[in-house]
Structure formats: structure tokens, C-alpha cells
């Protein structure tokens, strides 16, 4: 019988098709489809694919013949297909025309349980942004590691110590396929290593409209070693680092061209893959038969570096020894240019050549823009930076920031979303459409609707902690007694704390430690009792991040704490998801700055839980008193000032957080609570969103950066060439300008100025004259450019003029590049030169 429709009637191959795609959304009704399937397997991992690839076929085809199942199944194609197909932002703003794609570098994703090819956060900066790419329709193709291991798996021992295990990633349970060349055969592609050529072998997993594609080593005509290459995300030694950023960066960008993908932007998610730059400029040199320089002035324009590091040990670094063994011969032979220009690119002296190489460098010198993920980060960063832009002020340093957002879909908890939908239907804006905002969303609900949403949601989070506590008991070993009792004196009504990051010193996980006794009294109050859930990992050779982590395990286990502090092993996705989903409360504590930007305290917010953190990273911009609480006082402060963080967390927890949750009105209301958790709905859900993270990249960075990238290849790259030679001069003669007088007069309530200066060979052209003064106070830093009046042989006049409102004393007249042609300056050329 055919199906009324004439849609394809509905097959194991549509399941597969859903269950392949990252973007489909979570859901109720995909929760309800992969339970109806296999209950405990998507309940223990969340792996449609895996469930395919484990209930037989007849199985699946009975299924899909029940009524229920197939209008399920219906239903989701149905939307997938409308939300595929639905006119999208991008697409509306016309923009397609100015930008045809964006290459997405990253050396981890955190998409979803299936695809266990992350760490945290910055692949969860990665994972997010691509998914709402997709949502908005911005062409984007990621590029990354298929990690055999992934990162690390924790497990907790009895002894409170973690282990760190490597359970292998099975291609055939995870949501990727391979990817064939033209002819159909499994793509390879060759790279060389020094003295030896090895295989990289291509995959790919769909987001939505976009695709990321992936790069693995395991070939079998590799040496061992070259097959380790792709195997522990942040794992092995230096060197193996190294390996594993050619491999992404030189080999990724093959990897997108063999795909037969020319993209207009390369956006680097850190610095890990910063030798794409080369690869790209190589890739145009071959194509256009121009040098590097002419090559690298080509596409730099179009390559933006995302930093993600507070601190400057945060970059990687490798011995230059080192990196002239993998990339001597690539430099002289590829690229046609000496060891000594390639490590001059990863230095901030780049005469020094005891200096070590250092990606960042590599990326912000081989970038067309740079930026930093939060408000706060982008001060943080330019600070760092400045070395490379010698005598420029500081807030001159050519770093911009863009504060990162989560994607709502991912993160809402479904329960909570299916409630919304009931009574609004598609008109949720994190839905991926512009119907409506938060605040109309908020308007249409009471205070007691929200608050059962918000009680629901902790008593789901609880059912998930005692079955993920009674599992992680019954892996070590404990009595059946012990495991029945997991969890059991976690109460639904009490107020419960969320704790989950990386254990490392600088998150300062221990900060709530500081007094222990205190944090116990807190916690067993005989009237106002609060609960905590603990999660993260320590990296394997961070000693003192493990030394942290066993602490709250002895914490934990204290009998009079009595089972109201949990820790959860093995933070992952799926822990984060259950904790953001239920928390009433989720406390950060990191010390400034070194946040960079932090985004878990982002996904609590739809779901109605409110933060408590220390002003750095985000929370510097999103704090407001109305909408949650802050540690600190925007500052920066030793090691030894914890104990004063730690003073004002417990006051905030004991006179403000606890009684305000339990100030119930007489229906048993916390009306002040929810009232915070409109205020912080409100204010920051859109605004911390991945959407509209997305849109800001879209329109301050890859707009703009396609059109001067098209620009400079135009035609030959001739204004790659102009440029390269321009650059090349200006490098060569800047020594020689000299200012040989600066007069100011006064007059008409003007201040005017007369500059004479030596051009020696430079061209007024090359150049721009202007007159600089600090900011005061709030006020930003000045810049006045002067007109040339008269250039005779090697010497320039120029001239201006100024409200006289500040004084001839605080302008200091300045030589710098001229902007003419869209050079961006300091970013592609630091020369300046001052009047004195
Ligand atoms: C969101 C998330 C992170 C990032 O958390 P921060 O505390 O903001 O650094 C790390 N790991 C997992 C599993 C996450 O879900």
C-alpha cells in the first residue's frame, strides 16, 4: 500500500538518517522515539547510532509498522525536514552573496554523547556555535580530530583517587561515515613527516546544514607510531602535540580541498591548528603561481584567530629544534621560504632564535583578525599580546573580543521545553525562530507554573544522580545494600548546589573547601539544609588538580555530611546536561582572570537556575544584584586573597542564597526566587545564547574578512602583490623617518599644529601623520590624523587642528602605516613612530 504522502515511507534508513544528524535538537519527542527503541541503552548513552547498530533490522521494521512509532518517527522527520528547509537568517540578510564559507578549525567537539571527541569547554564553544550555525544558515565546514580515544574516562576508587581509563571509540557506533574522493574510493590523503610520508584518512559527521569533518591516523600502512598520532585528545608529550597539529592544521586543510571546498574564511577555534595558515597560503601559491608573501598578504585577510587563553602559559610552545625537524623541508620546499621566516612567524623576538614556537604568535601573525571570547578576556589578551605590537599603546594591541553563548537547544532541559511548547508552541525563541522573546515567554507564565518547572526539573536531577551513584558503586564494587541506599538522602524540596568543572588550581574547585566546618554547618542545617553536586576531572598529570579532587572525596564520604554532597564521576556531557538542567544554583569559582569566558554557568539560565560566581569570564559583563550573585570585587588578587573569596561565598550562601530560597509566601511560594530567575531569564538567556554569538562572527568578522580576502585575490592576486611590496618598503626605510619639528599655536580658541618630518624614501602615501593623546579617566585614547600640506623630496609638512580643550603637552605626534590599502594596522604591520 502506498503511503498517503508522497514522502518515501519510513525505513531503518530514516532512523539512521535522524540519528546521524548532530542538530537534531533534544527533544521530548527524540528522547521518546530512542526510548520507544531501546529504553536502557539511550537512557545509559544517548547514542542513537549505537542503538541502530545494535537492534536488528526486523526489529526496527516491526517498529516503525506500529502506529505510534511511525507517527513519532512522522512527526520528527517532518519537523527536521520543515526546519532543513525554512527560510534561515543568513539566507534572508542575503549574505550568501558576500560569503560562501566558512572552514572551522578546532582540535575538540563537544556535540553530543555519541561522538566522544571532546574535552570541555573550548569543545563546547566549538560543538555549540556550529549547531547554531546551522540554525542560522551560515555556511560553515568544521574541521577536527576523529580522537580513537577521546579524552580520558574517570573513575573514582574507593580511595577517593581518580584513574584515568581509555576505552576505545568504535567508528561503527558513532554518528560519522567516511568520506570518498570523487571516484567513490575512501578518501587518503598523504602527509610528511620528517623522513616519511603517512596516511590521513577522512570522516564526517552532519550538523544540520553543515558538516564536520573529521581526520584520523589509524591506517594500517602507517607506522605505530603515526597511527597514535589521532589517538588521545590532549594526551603524549610535546612532540606528539606537534604531530598532532600538523596533522590538523597542514592535514585539515588539505583534508577541506580534497572535499572540494574553497572557503573564503578560516576561523581558528585557539591556536592548535595555526599551521592551516601556511597550509592555505601554500594551497594559493600553487594555485595562482604567486610566492608566499604575496600568498600569505592573500588570505590572511581571511583568517580569524579566536584566543582562549587567559594566560600566556596557556599557549602551546615547541622547542625550535623541534619544529624545524617536521617543517624544514615543507618550508623550503613548499613554501620557498627559509626555517628562519617560518619560526620568525611563532616568535615575539623574531631575531631570537633561542626563542620557542609559539602557536598563538603563528596564528595572531598569520590572522586578518583576532579576538578574545568575553569582555574581560579581550583586556586580559591584549595585555598578553603586546609584546608583539612593541610601542603601540595598549588598548592599540589588535585584539577584539566576542563573549561566547551556548546553544539553547542543546542545553534546555526537554521536560522543561515540552512544557513551554504546550503552551506556546513553536513561538519558543530557542526554537530557531524570531516569533518571540524571553520576555513575552515570561509574561504569559505565573510564578507557580515556573516554580513547578523548576521543582520538576531538581527532582529529575536527583532520579539521575542516585542511578548514576548506584551504577558507579556497583563498578567498584560495592554491597547491594550500599547501592540501594545511593543517593537516598538527596531530598527533592532542598535547595541544590551544582559545582562541575575541569579540577584545575586556577578554577579553584577547593574554594568552598576553605573551611570546612562551615560548609558543613551550611550544608546540615536542621531548618534551611542545601545539597551540592560535584563533578569534573583532573588532567592525568595535573597532580594538584587530583590532590583537589580526592579532598572532596574525604569531604564527601564524612559521615556527619551524611550523603548531602555528591560526586558525580566522570563529568561529561551527559553530567553536565542532568546538573544544568536541575540545579537551583551553580557556583564558579575561578580566579581572575583566568576564566577566559566559561560557559556551563550559561546553560543553567533557560532552565531557571541562577549563578553564583566569581566577576570574571562572562559573569563580569552578565552580573547584575537583581539577577544572581557575585564573589570578588573585579579585581585581581594573589593566591593568598582566596580565603576572602572564600569568606564572602559562605556569607552569600548563608544571608542571602539559603533564606531566600526558603522565604516561601503563604502557598508556599519563593516569590523573591522566582522573581530572580525572571530577572536573570530575562536579561541574559538571548544574550549568552550561540545565536547570538554566531551572528556577531557572521557580521563584525566573516563578512567583512570574505570581501578583503576577495578583494586582495582579485585579479591575480594584484592587491596581494601591491601589498607584499608596500610591506616590504615600509619595512625597510621606516628607520629612516625622522619628525624634525613639532609647533603648536593657539588661536581662535584652537590648537593648531605644523609637523615637518623626514620621509627619507617613503612616499606621504605610505604613511599617516597623527597626534595622540591618552584617554582620561572613562574617556578612550585619541587619535587625530594630519593633513599633508606641502612634500618636497625626502621631507613632509602636515597640519591640524584641535579644540582646545586639552593641552598641547598631552599630543604626541606619531608616524604609523597608512591605511590605504586596507592594510589592517598594527595586526599585519606593528611599525609606529613616535615624536618623542
Ligand atoms: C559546558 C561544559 C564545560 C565548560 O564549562 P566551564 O565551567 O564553563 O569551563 C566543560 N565540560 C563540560 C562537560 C561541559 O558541558
Given at each position: 500500500?502506498?503511503?498517503?504522502s508522497?514522502?518515501?515511507?519510513?525505513?531503518?534508513?530514516?532512523?539512521?538518517?535522524?540519528?546521524?544528524?548532530q542538530?537534531?535538537?533534544?527533544?521530548?519527542?527524540?528522547?521518546?522515539?530512542?526510548q520507544?527503541?531501546?529504553?536502557?541503552?539511550?537512557a545509559?548513552?544517548r547514542?542513537?547510532s549505537l542503538?541502530?547498530?545494535?537492534?536488528?533490522?526486523q526489529?526496527?521494521e516491526?517498529?516503525?509498522?506500529r502506529?505510534?512509532c511511525?507517527?513519532?518517527v512522522?512527526?520528527?522527520?517532518?519537523?527536521?525536514?520543515a526546519?532543513?528547509?525554512?527560510?534561515?537568517w543568513?539566507?534572508?540578510q542575503?549574505?550568501?552573496?558576500?560569503?560562501?564559507?566558512?572552514a572551522?578549525f578546532?582540535m575538540?567537539?563537544?556535540l553530543?554523547?555519541a561522538l566522544?571527541?571532546?574535552?570541555?569547554?573550548?569543545g563546547?564553544?566549538?560543538g555549540?556555535?556550529?549547531?547554531?550555525?546551522?540554525d542560522?544558515?551560515v555556511?560553515?565546514?568544521?574541521?577536527?580530530?576523529l580522537?580513537?580515544?577521546?579524552?580520558f574516562r574517570?573513575?573514582i576508587?574507593?580511595?577517593?583517587r581518580?584513574?584515568?581509563?581509555?576505552?576505545?571509540n568504535d567508528?561503527?557506533?558513532?554518528?560519522?561515515?567516511?568520506?570518498?574522493?570523487a571516484?567513490?574510493?575512501?578518501?587518503r590523503?598523504a602527509i610528511?613527516?620528517?623522513?616519511?610520508?603517512i596516511?590521513l584518512?577522512?570522516?564526517?559527521?552532519?550538523v544540520?546544514?553543515n558538516r564536520l569533518l573529521?581526520?584520523d591516523?589509524?591506517?594500517?600502512?602507517?607506522?605505530?607510531m603515526?597511527?597514535?598520532?589521532?589517538?588521545?585528545?590532549?594526551?603524549g608529550d610535546?612532540?606528539?602535540?606537534?604531530?598532532?597539529?600538523?596533522?590538523?592544521?597542514i592535514?585539515?586543510?588539505?583534508?577541506l580541498?580534497?572535499?572540494?571546498?574553497?572557503p573564503?574564511?578560516?576561523?581558528?577555534?585557539?591556536?592548535?591548528?595555526?599551521?592551516?595558515?601556511?597550509e592555505?597560503?601554500r594551497?594559493?601559491?600553487?594555485?595562482?603561481?604567486?610566492?608566499?608573501a604575496?600568498?600569505l598578504?592573500?588570505t590572511r585577510?581571511?583568517?580569524?584567530?579566536?584566543t582562549?587563553?587567559?594566560v600566556?602559559?596557556?599557549?602551546?610552545?615547541?622547542?625550535?629544534?623541534?619544529?624545524?625537524q617536521?617543517l624544514?623541508?615543507?618550508?623550503e620546499?613548499?613554501?620557498g621560504?627559509?626555517?628562519?621566516?617560518?619560526?620568525?612567524?611563532?616568535?615575539?623576538?623574531?631575531?631570537d632564535t633561542?626563542?620557542?614556537?609559539?602557536?598563538a604568535y603563528?596564528?595572531t601573525?598569520?590572522?586578518?583578525?583576532v579576538n578574545?571570547v568575553?569582555q574581560?578576556?579581550g583586556?586580559?589578551?591584549?595585555?598578553?599580546f603586546?609584546?608583539?605590537?612593541?610601542r603601540w599603546?595598549?588598548?592599540?594591541v589588535p585584539?577584539g573580543?566576542?563573549t561566547?553563548?551556548?546553544?539553547?537547544?542543546?542545553?534546555?532541559s526537554?521536560d522543561?521545553?515540552?512544557?513551554?511548547?504546550?503552551?506556546h508552541?513553536?513561538?519558543i525563541?530557542?526554537?530557531?525562530?524570531?516569533?518571540?522573546?524571553?520576555?513575552?515567554l515570561?509574561?504569559?507564565?505565573d510564578?507557580r507554573?515556573?516554580?513547578?518547572?523548576?521543582?520538576?526539573?531538581?527532582?529529575?536531577?536527583?532520579?539521575?544522580?542516585?542511578?548514576h551513584?548506584a551504577?558507579?558503586?556497583?563498578?567498584?564494587?560495592?554491597?547491594?545494600?550500599e547501592i540501594?541506599v545511593?543517593?537516598?538522602?538527596?531530598?527533592?524540596e532542598?535547595?541544590?548546589?551544582g559545582?562541575?568543572?575541569?579540577?584545575a588550581?586556577?578554577?579553584?574547585?577547593?574554594?568552598?573547601l576553605?573551611?570546612?566546618?562551615?560548609l558543613?554547618?551550611?550544608?546540615?542545617?536542621?531548618?534551611?539544609?542545601?545539597q551540592?553536586l560535584v563533578?569534573?576531572?583532573a588532567?592525568p598529570?595535573?597532580?594538584?588538580?587530583?590532590a583537589?579532587?580526592?579532598?572532596?572525596?574525604?569531604?564527601?564520604?564524612?559521615?556527619?555530611?551524611a550523603g548531602?554532597?555528591?560526586f558525580?564521576?566522570?563529568?561529561d556531557?551527559?553530567i553536565?546536561?542532568?546538573?544544568?538542567?536541575?540545579v537551583?544554583v551553580w557556583?564558579?569559582?575561578?580566579?581572575?582572570?583566568?576564566?577566559?569566558?566559561?560557559?556551563?554557568?550559561m546553560?543553567?539560565?533557560?532552565?531557571?537556575g541562577?549563578?553564583l560566581s566569581q566577576?570574571?569570564?562572562?559573569w563580569?559583563?552578565?552580573?547584575?544584584?537583581?539577577?544572581?550573585w557575585?564573589?570578588?570585587?573585579?579585581?585581581e588578587?594573589?593566591?593568598?586573597?582566596?580565603?576572602?573569596d572564600?569568606?564572602?561565598?559562605?556569607a552569600?550562601?548563608?544571608?542571602?542564597?539559603?533564606?531566600?530560597?526558603?522565604?516561601?509566601?503563604t502557598?508556599?511560594?519563593?516569590?523573591?526566587?522566582?522573581?530572580?530567575?525572571?530577572?536573570?531569564m530575562?536579561?541574559?538567556?538571548?544574550?549568552?545564547?550561540a545565536?547570538?554569538?554566531?551572528?556577531?562572527y557572521?557580521?563584525?568578522y566573516y563578512?567583512p574578512?570574505?570581501?578583503?580576502?576577495r578583494?586582495?585575490?582579485a585579479?591575480?592576486?594584484?592587491?596581494?602583490?601591491?601589498?607584499?611590496?608596500?610591506?616590504?618598503?615600509?619595512?625597510?626605510?621606516?628607520?629612516?623617518?625622522?619628525?624634525?619639528?613639532v609647533?603648536?599655536t593657539?588661536?581662535n580658541?584652537?590648537?593648531?599644529v605644523?609637523?615637518?618630518l623626514h620621509l627619507?624614501?617613503?612616499?606621504?602615501?605610505?604613511?599617516?601623520?597623527q597626534?595622540?593623546?591618552?584617554?582620561?579617566?572613562e574617556?578612550?585614547?585619541?587619535?587625530?590624523?594630519?593633513?599633508?600640506?606641502e612634500h618636497d623630496?625626502a621631507?613632509?609638512?602636515?597640519?591640524g587642528?584641535?579644540?582646545?580643550d586639552?593641552?598641547?603637552?598631552d599630543?604626541?605626534?606619531?608616524?604609523?602605516?597608512?591605511?590605504?590599502?586596507?592594510?589592517?594596522?598594527?595586526?599585519?604591520?606593528a611599525?609606529?613612530h613616535?615624536?618623542?
Amino acid at each position: 500500500m502506498a503511503p498517503a504522502s508522497d514522502r518515501p515511507a519510513l525505513t531503518p534508513d530514516t532512523l539512521r538518517e535522524l540519528a546521524f544528524d548532530q542538530s537534531i535538537r533534544w527533544t521530548s519527542q527524540n528522547d521518546d522515539l530512542w526510548q520507544l527503541i531501546d529504553n536502557d541503552l539511550w537512557a545509559l548513552t544517548r547514542n542513537p547510532s549505537l542503538i541502530l547498530s545494535t537492534v536488528p533490522e526486523q526489529k526496527l521494521e516491526a517498529l516503525l509498522r506500529r502506529v505510534d512509532c511511525h507517527r513519532l518517527v512522522d512527526g520528527i522527520v517532518k519537523a527536521r525536514q520543515a526546519r532543513l528547509e525554512q527560510p534561515t537568517w543568513f539566507a534572508s540578510q542575503q549574505y550568501g552573496e558576500r560569503l560562501a564559507r566558512v572552514a572551522y578549525f578546532s582540535m575538540e567537539y563537544m556535540l553530543s554523547e555519541a561522538l566522544p571527541i571532546y574535552s570541555g569547554g573550548l569543545g563546547n564553544v566549538a560543538g555549540d556555535q556550529l549547531k547554531a550555525a546551522s540554525d542560522l544558515g551560515v555556511p560553515v565546514t568544521a574541521v577536527g580530530m576523529l580522537w580513537q580515544h577521546g579524552y580520558f574516562r574517570q573513575s573514582i576508587g574507593p580511595d577517593g583517587r581518580q584513574q584515568a581509563l581509555y576505552p576505545v571509540n568504535d567508528t561503527r557506533q558513532m554518528p560519522i561515515e567516511p568520506l570518498h574522493d570523487a571516484s567513490g574510493a575512501p578518501l587518503r590523503l598523504a602527509i610528511q613527516l620528517p623522513g616519511l610520508q603517512i596516511w590521513l584518512r577522512g570522516w564526517q559527521a552532519r550538523v544540520g546544514l553543515n558538516r564536520l569533518l573529521l581526520l584520523d591516523t589509524n591506517d594500517p600502512a602507517n607506522p605505530p607510531m603515526a597511527r597514535l598520532i589521532a589517538s588521545e585528545l590532549y594526551g603524549g608529550d610535546n612532540e606528539m602535540r606537534l604531530r598532532q597539529e600538523l596533522v590538523l592544521g597542514i592535514g585539515g586543510w588539505r583534508l577541506l580541498e580534497a572535499a572540494g571546498l574553497q572557503p573564503d574564511v578560516l576561523h581558528l577555534n585557539d591556536g592548535h591548528a595555526a599551521f592551516a595558515v601556511l597550509e592555505r597560503a601554500r594551497s594559493h601559491m600553487a594555485r595562482e603561481r604567486v610566492s608566499f608573501a604575496v600568498a600569505l598578504n592573500a588570505t590572511r585577510a581571511g583568517n580569524l584567530f579566536t584566543t582562549h587563553t587567559p594566560v600566556e602559559a596557556g599557549f602551546d610552545r615547541f622547542p625550535p629544534e623541534l619544529v624545524s625537524q617536521y617543517l624544514e623541508r615543507y618550508a623550503e620546499y613548499e613554501l620557498g621560504i627559509s626555517m628562519q621566516t617560518l619560526l620568525a612567524m611563532g616568535r615575539k623576538q623574531p631575531q631570537d632564535t633561542r626563542e620557542p614556537f609559539n602557536m598563538a604568535y603563528l596564528a595572531t601573525r598569520g590572522a586578518g583578525a583576532v579576538n578574545a571570547v568575553s569582555q574581560l578576556h579581550g583586556h586580559t589578551s591584549r595585555y598578553i599580546f603586546r609584546e608583539l605590537y612593541p610601542r603601540w599603546p595598549l588598548e592599540a594591541v589588535p585584539v577584539g573580543h566576542v563573549t561566547n553563548g551556548i546553544h539553547l537547544p542543546t542545553w534546555v532541559s526537554p521536560d522543561a521545553e515540552a512544557h513551554w511548547y504546550e503552551l506556546h508552541g513553536d513561538e519558543i525563541p530557542w526554537r530557531g525562530t524570531d516569533a518571540s522573546s524571553v520576555d513575552e515567554l515570561l509574561a504569559r507564565v505565573d510564578d507557580r507554573w515556573l516554580w513547578q518547572i523548576r521543582q520538576h526539573a531538581r527532582n529529575e536531577l536527583l532520579g539521575f544522580v542516585r542511578s548514576h551513584l548506584a551504577r558507579s558503586l556497583a563498578v567498584h564494587g560495592a554491597s547491594p545494600a550500599e547501592i540501594e541506599v545511593a543517593g537516598s538522602r538527596l531530598h527533592p524540596e532542598h535547595l541544590t548546589l551544582g559545582f562541575a568543572r575541569r579540577f584545575a588550581s586556577y578554577k579553584r574547585p577547593n574554594l568552598l573547601l576553605q573551611d570546612p566546618e562551615r560548609l558543613a554547618r551550611i550544608l546540615c542545617h536542621p531548618t534551611y539544609p542545601v545539597q551540592l553536586l560535584v563533578a569534573g576531572k583532573a588532567h592525568p598529570a595535573d597532580r594538584a588538580g587530583q590532590a583537589l579532587l580526592s579532598d572532596w572525596q574525604r569531604f564527601a564520604a564524612r559521615p556527619d555530611i551524611a550523603g548531602r554532597v555528591v560526586f558525580l564521576e566522570d563529568y561529561d556531557m551527559r553530567i553536565a546536561r542532568h546538573m544544568v538542567q536541575g540545579v537551583d544554583v551553580w557556583l564558579n569559582t575561578p580566579r581572575r582572570p583566568w576564566e577566559a569566558s566559561g560557559t556551563s554557568g550559561m546553560k543553567v539560565l533557560a532552565n531557571g537556575g541562577l549563578n553564583l560566581s566569581q566577576l570574571d569570564g562572562w559573569w563580569a559583563e552578565a552580573y547584575a544584584a537583581d539577577l544572581g550573585w557575585a564573589v570578588g570585587d573585579g579585581l585581581e588578587h594573589p593566591a593568598e586573597h582566596d580565603a576572602v573569596d572564600a569568606e564572602q561565598l559562605y556569607a552569600l550562601l548563608e544571608t542571602q542564597v539559603i533564606p531566600s530560597f526558603y522565604a516561601r509566601d503563604t502557598e508556599g511560594l519563593p516569590t523573591a526566587w522566582v522573581q530572580r530567575m525572571r530577572r536573570s531569564m530575562s536579561a541574559l538567556v538571548e544574550r549568552f545564547s550561540a545565536d547570538r554569538t554566531v551572528r556577531e562572527y557572521t557580521e563584525r568578522y566573516y563578512l567583512p574578512m570574505a570581501t578583503t580576502f576577495r578583494r586582495r585575490c582579485a585579479e591575480g592576486s594584484a592587491l596581494a602583490s601591491e601589498l607584499a611590496h608596500q610591506l616590504t618598503c615600509l619595512r625597510s626605510y621606516w628607520h629612516e623617518l625622522a619628525f624634525s619639528g613639532v609647533q603648536w599655536t593657539c588661536e581662535n580658541g584652537q590648537l593648531q599644529v605644523d609637523v615637518r618630518l623626514h620621509l627619507g624614501h617613503l612616499e606621504p602615501r605610505q604613511i599617516a601623520v597623527q597626534l595622540y593623546a591618552e584617554g582620561r579617566g572613562e574617556a578612550p585614547a585619541e587619535v587625530h590624523p594630519l593633513t599633508l600640506v606641502e612634500h618636497d623630496g625626502a621631507f613632509a609638512s602636515y597640519h591640524g587642528h584641535l579644540p582646545a580643550d586639552r593641552s598641547a603637552t598631552d599630543y604626541t605626534a606619531r608616524v604609523v602605516p597608512g591605511s590605504q590599502l586596507g592594510l589592517s594596522v598594527p595586526l599585519e604591520l606593528a611599525l609606529i613612530h613616535w615624536q618623542r
